[in-house]
Every structure is written in C-alpha cells, then in structure tokens.
C-alpha cells in the first residue's frame, strides 16, 4: 500500500490525469444511460423502420439533404426545429428517427425531440455518412412526402 502512496506522490501530474478522464468516463456513462433517447446503429434504425414506421428528420443543412437522405425523411434544419412547429405538433404520438450527416448534431436535436414531447425517439449513430457506407439506400433531391388519394385507395389501372 505504501508503494502506491508513493507512486502517486512521485506522479501528481499523470495520477491527477488519470482522475480527470476515470470522473470524465463515469459522467459520460451516466449521462448515456439517463437520457430519453436510444442510440442505434444502421443495422438497428433499418429494423426500427420496417417495424415502427417512424417519422425520419432529417437535421443537416439543406446543401448535403439535397445531395442525398434516406427515403421518406423529412429535412428539419435545426434552427426550424421549435416548439411551435404545427408539423411536429401533430406527430407527438409517432416514433421518431433523427440523424444527420456526421451524427454530430442529431444529439442534440434528439434531446429537442424529447423535449419538445417525443417519447420514442432514436438516432442514427454515425449519421447518414455511417448509412451510406453500411451499403443503405439513399434518396436524392427533394423528399416528397406520402400521400394517400382522397378516397385513400388505391389507384385503378385503365385495364
């Protein structure tokens, strides 16, 4: 026991080192496992929607959703993304999958989901960059929405 009193004695700056990142390391752990939101990885968010249907958001800029996102996703930069959006107000109840180019912004936007009254609410780790070179599909151009015909069938061929 000695020797180790000595050891730090000798290494304050590499002991207190040490001390910073194992405090660091502890509060990053809890704070993941606290949040309101899940991390999934591609393989994860491609399960999430065949099963849950979530409503895709799209958080990067509007150059790189031009360029390419995953089909169905709705872009919703983050400075649009407010408590007062009538278009967010209506979905509350559905599943959300959030993500952005690098992964670097959709945390954030996350806990702005949650914050806002989401309750199943995933991100994309790694972002679309992950996506697409996990060989995912991806949509370029402007995302339309779905929409169903008035009568909410479907159209009859001219045969």
């Keep these: 026991m000695n020797q180790w009193f000595e050891f730090l004695a000798d290494n304050l700056l ?21 949040r309101k939101w899940q991390e999934v990885d591609t393989l994860g968010a491609v399960r999430f929607i065949n099963q849950q249907d979530p409503l895709i958001v799209d958080v990067s800029n509007s150059t790189d959703f031009q360029k390419s996102h995953i089909a169905g996703a709705v872009h919703l930069p983050p400075s649009k993304l407010t408590s007062g959006s009538q278009a967010l107000t209506k979905e509350l109840n559905r599943p959300v999958l959030v993500y952005c180019r690098s992964g670097q912004v959709s945390a954030q936007m996350a806990n702005k989901l949650v914050k806002l009254g989401f309750e199943d609410v995933k991100m994309l780790s790694g972002g679309l960059a992950q996506w697409e070179s996990d060989k995912q599909p991806v949509s370029q151009g402007k995302s ?10 479907k159209k009859k061929d001219d045969n």
């Design 144 to 153: 339309k929405p779905k929409k169903a015909d008035k009568k909410g069938g």
């Design 14 to 34: 590499l002991s207190g080192l040490f001390v910073v990142v194992l405090v660091a390391w502890i509060a990053w752990e809890v704070s993941r496992l606290t």
